[in-house]
């Protein structure tokens, strides 16, 4: 025979006490064993009450003691398990009274606890009956509470205060309430919640746009300041992205217009570039730096374009350079020494284009 789990089926609250009385009754008088380890062969306690209240023994031949009917220690404790699931929701047990009193579907369940015939209930109810109760007005399924349909969208966003995620919320309402689309309900209003939207997909960034790498020297250029130095004048660095050389020219102002001077002068020699980058740097953001560029022709981008290794040889480049810098004046070195000392390693670089 192939073994068989079937899933757990939860007690009525009400009834809680009676069965493990009972259970620990056909313990004691030998009836049922204990396993103390996990079994292959699983089947759950289907427990109805008998008219009179009492748990039927379902081993009635061999028992010889008489069931036990509810007492009020019972009574008191159901109350007690049902007035905790209603605070762990935060709502009060009045509000599921009230709410369970107008709620067409729990009415209908009242009407077939009371009858004992679920026929005409939705499947969902059918299908596991024998573990709702009606406890004070309100319907119970094993020890959570069914929350009437107007209360259900407050359950759930209460639920979701401090914005925990699906998994958390059902986990935790599962505990102590029970509606038949929870799940669904749960799911839905997170995705809705605007905050939790914000956190979990962040806009993604500006795509790199990857670049085909130049073709030729001085084609496109890199142009920033690093300063001022200690002498108060700064360093115009400009790094072409084919050869990698860096041009640093001396500077004392750094406007757009002693800018613009600078770059025609250097221009003049190695010809103009067809794309400068300047990311940063206020007299690269100015009107007349842009006019500069349209009249040149230059394609003036203020984005990092993405040359897979180019781009961060050209950083190291730039941070290199800082370096030698700090080094010469730290030893009191001429700056224009370090830096241009590294000429004869960059590659030939091709002047006349
Ligand atoms: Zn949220």
New binding site residues.
Partial sequence: MTPCFQPLRRIPVPMQVAVNKKLEELLRRDIIEAKKRPATWVSPLVIAKKINGNIPDVLSRLSTLPSKPFDETEELLVNEIAMNAAIAVALKWQDFKNASHGDKQINDVFDALETGCADQLPLVYRSSFSEFCRVDDVLLRGDRIVVPEKLQYQVVQIA?EG??GNRIMKAHLRTHVWWSKMDNQVEN??KA?????L?SAPNPPEPLVRKELPTQPWQQIAIDFLGPLPEGESLLVIIDYYSRYPEVIEVNSITTTSTIKKLLTVFSRYGVPEMLRADNGSQFNSDEFERFCTEYGINLERTIPYWSQMNGEVERQNRSILKRLRIAQELGKDWRISVHGRKKQQKKFDVDR
């Fill in positions: 979701h914005h925990p209003f997170v919640c605007r905050g939790c939207t956190v």
